[in-house]
């Protein structure tokens, strides 16, 4: 195969998939790493994908766009793992809390299997089955109901309202990007509208953004930079972002990822 037809192939399927590991398109092609990454290189130079740790993603995503949850989840994977530990050291035995839908409180879900008698209410699907796969019997995982997105998030009236009825002590919530002037976003709307039931619902806000989600800006905002208790990022995030999020947020923790 030449490599332009090979590069076509591999933009077909991002396309499909939204995202692919590098070792995938190794394994598919039959050829080198090496070769693979220069095709990557090929391809996000004419501005076709963006090339992430160990991958690539479709380009340039605009405010309505949703990428699925597998293309996020190869994206500043040490980054998200990080953020995720630190988030956890924040949760107690017997605490009900909350997590939203999103790769790194999917991250998060993964490390909380030897919390004693926590109560997790979620609108995610990767959430509960990471949960579901270290069950503990003094454990409960409330999964909501609702309409399902690109990013597998349970959405819409059912899943408000199962929400809306509920008092967790924290929210872990996962945004698409955090800006100065729009607050924390999401490009659904349906999202916006559960994401906001969750902080209604919870007694402090943890947010969860790696550096990549400063000065992005999705179609709806969720809540003002201000609503926040707690923001988790990475030192990935510029030095003028510390300072203007550090002045609007409860308080602003830096991680250092492995």
């Not at 995938?24 to 996000?44: P, W």
């Not at 500043?76 to 790769?103: C, D, F, H, W, Y």
């Not at 009825?165 to 002037?181: E, I, Q």
Request: aromatic letters at 2%; glycine letters at 10%.
């Amino acid at each position: 195969m030449l490599a332009q037809q090979r590069q076509t192939a591999i933009l077909d399927l991002i396309r499909q998939r939204g995202g692919v590991r590098v070792s995938q398109l190794v394994s598919r092609f039959g050829v080198s790493d090496m070769t693979i990454r220069r095709d990557l290189e090929v391809l996000a130079e004419r501005g076709l994908v963006d090339k992430v740790h160990g991958g690539a993603t479709l380009a340039g995503p605009g405010s309505a766009e949703e990428p699925g949850f597998a293309a996020k989840s190869i994206r500043q994977q040490a980054e998200k793992r990080a953020i995720a530990e630190r988030a956890a050291t924040m949760v107690e035995p017997g605490m009900a809390i909350a997590l939203s839908a999103g790769t790194t409180t999917a991250a998060l879900a993964t490390l909380l299997s030897d919390v004693r008698g926590l109560t997790v209410v979620t609108n995610s699907i990767p959430v509960a089955d990471a949960l579901y796969q270290n069950p503990r019997a003094d454990q409960t995982v409330v999964l909501t109901g609702g309409i399902r997105t690109p990013s597998d998030a349970l959405t819409g009236p059912v899943a408000e309202a199962a929400i809306s009825a509920l008092n967790v002590d924290l929210l872990f919530l996962g945004v698409h990007g955090l800006s100065p002037r729009t607050g924390f976003t999401t490009p659904n709307l349906l999202e916006a509208g559960v994401n906001r039931c969750l902080i209604g619902a919870a007694r402090r806000l943890v947010v969860l953004a790696d550096h990549t989600k400063w000065e992005t800006i999705g179609i709806a905002t969720i809540a003002p930079l201000e609503a926040a208790d707690v923001l988790i990022t990475d030192v990935g995030l510029p030095t003028e972002a510390r300072t203007t999020i550090g002045e609007q947020v409860g308080e602003l923790v830096i991680v250092e990822p492995d």
